[in-house]
């Protein structure tokens, strides 16, 4: 890898700022169609993301957020970090970057035309190898610590669906334990596992699902909302079995519970996104006797809400664990105090005034509605960015914090 970039490099680089602000997204949407016209780097996608646009779009604010930092490249790092845990999901390799860099500087010359000269092309190049070898460098070091632990592997993996269980009308769980019989590596609570599906349209086709249960080194749970135009989620709903096969890449992702929690914890989901903080909360009751917890969930109604029963169970059990639940939408037969606990909303206020706002660290995962209205509300009532973390479900195609 380049020690550093050249100041010629950078200056041309940061030159294009403009260009990159108003055709950003023609770029990538070109770079994806060059991209594509290869079989076998396009099977490396998950398309879902392709269909509806959020792809090219994050990738466009992700290349102009390069653009513009190009001389201070410490503030990239985390987004650096997201980025190499998706592509060790994906099983994206070292060999697979020529293409990308191929895509990509064709298609700059094809949105800007002219203005895209020699010189300006030869930057990016140089400014793309840069960014690649950082993140090639760093996926080789994600790989070689997974597999330096019982259980970690590389690539795709068979398991076993070893139960499928329905925990409300839209979201069933799937067990699965590994085909060899071998262990599997613990995951941090909070992060995903990549799966390749061979679906009727689209073989081949990937999905990150969060893992929904504690690391215990046997097995992995995802809980899986089906979506009425989610091809993967009404394929695991309506199609798989106990008994069938689904392939994966091992635990990936930056979102996780700290090893060693150094203050009270909350954690805050909307919908199907509670599904990494049953991961935490199952990992806190395990191991962590004396963490003060607080579980926050917002969903619509008692129909769709999965999982309580067993929430309230782990709290009862650890002590120092509390749980509520809100309804925005009860159904005629939910009561507050008895199917859940408060009708409407989760608010900033409601935050303040029950849990310990001051000193907590805040885990979030729910739709981008939810968490850009909670990583701004945090941050407006004072709360500093290093104690808001969060996932985000598919690319990250918002500031979320802006």
């Given at each position: 890898m380049a020690a550093a970039l050249s100041a010629e490099t950078i200056a041309l680089v940061k030159a294009t700022v403009p260009a990159l602000a108003q055709?950003?997204?023609?770029?990538?949407?070109?770079?994806?169609?060059?991209?594509?016209?290869?079989?076998?780097?396009?099977?490396?996608?998950?398309?879902?993301?392709?269909?509806?646009?959020?792809?090219?779009?994050?990738?466009?604010?992700?290349?102009?957020?390069?653009?513009?930092?190009?001389?201070?490249?410490?503030?990239?790092?985390?987004?650096?970090?997201?980025?190499a845990q998706k592509h060790v999901g994906y099983h994206i390799l070292a060999e697979h970057y020529p293409f990308v860099a191929t895509a990509l500087l064709?298609?700059?010359?094809?949105?800007?035309?002219?203005?895209?000269?020699?010189?300006?092309?030869?930057?990016?190049?140089?400014?793309?190898?840069?960014?690649?070898?950082?993140?090639?460098?760093?996926?080789?070091?994600?790989?070689?610590?997974?597999?330096?632990?019982?259980?970690?592997?590389?690539?795709w993996r068979d398991f076993v669906v070893a139960e499928k269980i329905r925990e409300s009308a839209v979201i069933t769980s799937f067990v699965l334990r590994p085909a060899d019989g071998k262990p599997v590596i613990p995951h941090k609570p909070g992060q995903y596992l990549t799966f390749r599906f061979d679906l009727p349209d689209a073989p081949g086709e990937k999905r990150n699902y969060s893992i929904s249960a504690r690391p215990n080194g046997e097995r992995y749970r995802i809980s899986v909302k089906r979506e009425d135009l989610g091809a993967a989620s009404r394929f695991l709903h309506d199609q798989i079995r106990i008994g069938d096969i689904l392939q994966a890449t091992p635990p990936a992702g930056d979102f996780f519970l700290a090893e060693q929690p150094a203050r009270p914890v909350v954690l805050l989901s909307g919908g199907v996104g509670?599904?990494?903080?049953?991961?935490?909360?199952?990992?806190?009751?395990?191991?962590?006797?004396?963490?003060?917890?607080?579980?926050?969930?917002?969903?619509?109604?008692?129909?769709?809400?999965?999982?309580?029963?067993?929430?309230?169970?782990?709290?009862?059990?650890?002590?120092?664990?509390?749980?509520?639940?809100?309804?925005?939408e009860p159904l005629a037969g939910d009561r507050a105090g008895e199917s859940h606990d408060v009708d409407g909303f989760i608010t900033i206020d409601w935050l303040k005034?029950?849990?310990?706002?001051?000193?907590?660290?805040?885990?979030?995962?729910?739709?981008?509605?939810?968490?850009?209205?909670?990583?701004?509300?945090?941050?407006?009532?004072?709360?500093?960015?290093?104690?808001?973390?969060?996932?985000?479900?598919?690319?990250?195609?918002?500031?979320?914090?802006?």
């Open positions: 055709h950003g997204e023609g770029i990538t949407r070109a770079m994806y169609a060059r991209l594509f016209q290869n079989p076998d780097i396009k099977a490396l996608f998950n398309h879902a993301n392709q269909a509806t646009g959020a792809q090219p779009k994050a990738l466009a604010g992700a290349v102009l957020a390069y653009a513009q930092n190009i001389d201070n490249l410490s503030v990239l790092l985390p987004a650096v970090e997201r980025i064709g298609a700059i010359k094809d949105v800007l035309g002219d203005a895209a000269t020699d010189e300006i092309l030869g930057a990016w190049g140089e400014a793309y190898w840069f960014l690649a070898d950082i993140l090639i460098g760093r996926e080789a070091a994600i790989r070689t610590e997974i597999e330096a632990v019982e259980g970690g592997w590389t690539g509670l599904t990494p903080m049953i991961s935490m909360v199952e990992h806190i009751a395990e191991a962590h006797p004396e963490l003060e917890a607080h579980f926050v969930h917002g969903a619509l109604n008692s129909g769709v809400h999965a999982l309580d029963g067993h929430v309230r169970a782990l709290a009862k059990d650890h002590g120092g664990v509390s749980v509520t639940t809100f309804y925005s005034t029950n849990t310990p706002f001051a000193e907590a660290d805040f885990y979030l995962c729910g739709p981008i509605p939810f968490l850009k209205a909670f990583v701004q509300g945090l941050a407006a009532a004072g709360v500093p960015a290093d104690r808001v973390h969060y996932e985000v479900f598919g690319p990250t195609a918002e500031a979320l914090a802006a």
